[in-house]
DNA sequence: AACTATGGCGTACAATTGTCTGTCTGGCAA
DNA sequence: TTGCCAGACAGACAATTGTACGCCATAGTT
């Protein structure tokens, strides 16, 4: 599709903060990073800013404060991430990744029971 | 623990193929590689090399060809990447990503019966 | 002996990434 | 007014990453 640039480590944690204030300045991303993760506020134009011209953001000027927005899907750029992860680390099978998350690294019961609901929903649709 | 360097992509790429390999020459990798994935023989060897440096693989000559082997546990790395990755994408909670893994990206039947399995195996174990 | 393939090693180098320093401008509080 | 703050924008810059060239040595071939 759009064969957008790819994202660096960096810029990905900026994007998923502003999908999740939906919209927002600079200010307001990086008052949205954790405290302990001290990041320089020009850091965080700069990553806005190389972001929107990879096209993954959009920014308008309201005032002369500029607002940015999502232009991709967050779907889109977490497939892409992933299948490059799957595809790096465990030779294209995303099992062997289900396994990590489950066996290595604990999952609580809390997530395995809604991890449980979630495959007999999927299983109950296989079967119409 | 050990605080190492931390791998890029292409580092994690050449890993992964050793850890397959149990222990390999340069070129026994670089043959690794899948055929559409054109690199060349030297940077297989910067690889190589730079994982040798930061501590993950260790080397040592056989005759005159060097022969590496990894030294780290593939199973630190992936926590570490994974855990780097959830952090950054989702904010700290791996739920998310195994929801994009089972809804979003397909997973077929059969590694759905291997998921379930998994799940089952936990359960039992958590209740003694 | 000359040639070729294999492999080590050092080095180069452009692109990307992570981090910032400046500089300018328009508002707002003292 | 007189500054100070918020924020835009531009550019700097070192480190890392991806990719590779070239030189040298040795072992097997002709």
Redesign the interface.
Known sequence: MGERPGLS?GE??VA?LLW?LKSATVRQVHEAFPPERDIDFATVQTYLRRLESKGYLKGRMEGRTRIYSPRVQP?TV??D?????VE????GE??P?????????G?S?D??A???A??DR??ED?HE
């Open positions: 480590k990905l944690e998923r999740e779907r977490i497939r991430t992933i299948d490059d992860l790096r680390l465990f030779g995303a099992l990744l289900m396994r990590h998350l489950i066996e290595d690294r999952i019961p997530d395995l809604q991890l449980r979630m495959i999927l299983e296989r």
